[in-house]
């Protein structure tokens, strides 16, 4: 790994990011039209790059279905992990399962794909999209358990544009079919904004968010701690042992080391609405990020 490439791409992510913050402290982007480009963003550039870099990328099936087998280990550990973290840190019983989700689950998807992409190329995202597709299972089911053990487990939940990419992508990695030549190169073109759109909305959803009083809520500094530094640490100290993939690996800590997933602050509202901690630590981490991801980059470089 290159790793000046890498803070290069990095510093320019992270500049994307910038351009939203101000566009949106502008005006320009009001809240309301953030969330339909958010929702744009995900159901139309997420999803095509995801088969696109499926299509472009020289991954064969063994490699994809791996994919999905370290995918599902990944999220095996990441609850481990957390579980004896917060009992460690004896964390209030009523606080555990928001702890927890928050810690486990990270952006995989929105903050994930341009920085895999950034890091491994194509073929880092085609294996990324098992990840994701494991990360829907988990999250819509122990997630939304750990939150509120009343909550009902819908299995529509599961059903999103980018679970079902991910299983296209998985048909095709799996098959080496081909879809048309002019169908391939649009999917290609539309996957192309999904890094500039999902970096530019995060900057903007940062931009409207209560930046002091986040930054006044002590738990949020413990959680983003936690989740940005100590959990990629024990991811690494994990796969470094692991006879896989040095890709497999790299991807594994650099997605535990990514920002805490907006879908917790969604879940949060829903389940303990009285609690603005998830929110708080979603727009915390992702400023911690461009800190804590050069040097989890550095660790990669180093180690594996």
Not at 20 to 48: E, H, W, Y
Not at 109 to 126: E, H, K, L, T, W
Request: aromatic share 8%; hydrophobic share 60%; glycine share 6%.
């Amino acid at each position: 790994m290159n790793l000046f490439a890498v803070i290069n791409q990095l510093i320019s992510l992270f500049l994307m990011m910038l351009i939203g913050f101000i566009v949106a402290r502008a005006g320009i982007v009001t809240p309301d039209f953030r969330k339909k480009l958010s929702t744009f963003t995900l159901n139309t550039a997420a999803p095509c790059i995801i088969i696109s870099s499926v299509l472009e990328s020289d991954s064969n099936p063994m490699k994809m279905l791996g994919a999905a087998g370290m995918g599902v280990f990944f999220f095996v550990i990441m609850i481990v992990f957390s579980a004896v973290i917060v009992r460690l840190l004896r964390t209030k019983q009523e606080e555990r399962g928001l702890d927890q989700l928050m810690l486990i689950f990270t952006n995989v998807g929105f903050m994930g794909i341009p920085v895999v992409q950034s890091v491994y190329g194509p073929n880092g995202v085609a294996l990324l999209s098992m990840f994701i597709l494991i990360f829907n299972l988990f999250f819509f089911s122990y997630g939304v358990l750990l939150i509120s053990s009343s909550a009902k487990f819908n299995w529509r939940s599961l059903l999103n544009a980018c679970i079902i990419a991910a299983l296209i992508g998985l048909l095709f990695g799996v098959t080496g079919w081909h879809l048309p030549a002019p169908v391939e190169s649009t999917m290609a073109s539309v996957g192309a904004m999904n890094t500039p759109l999902a970096m530019m909305v995060i900057g903007a959803s940062v931009a409207h968010s209560d930046v002091r009083r986040a930054l006044t809520n002590p738990r949020m500094y413990k959680i983003c701690f936690l989740s940005m530094f100590l959990m990629p640490v024990l991811v690494l100290l994990v796969v470094m042992f692991m006879p896989i993939d040095p890709m497999l690996a790299g991807i594994s800590v650099l997605l535990a080391a990514m920002p805490i997933a907006g879908n917790c602050a969604m879940l949060s509202d829903i389940y303990t609405p009285h609690d603005m901690t998830a929110s708080h630590c979603v727009m915390v981490s992702t400023l911690m990020s461009a800190i804590s991801l050069p040097l989890v980059c550095a660790m990669i470089a180093a180690v594996l």
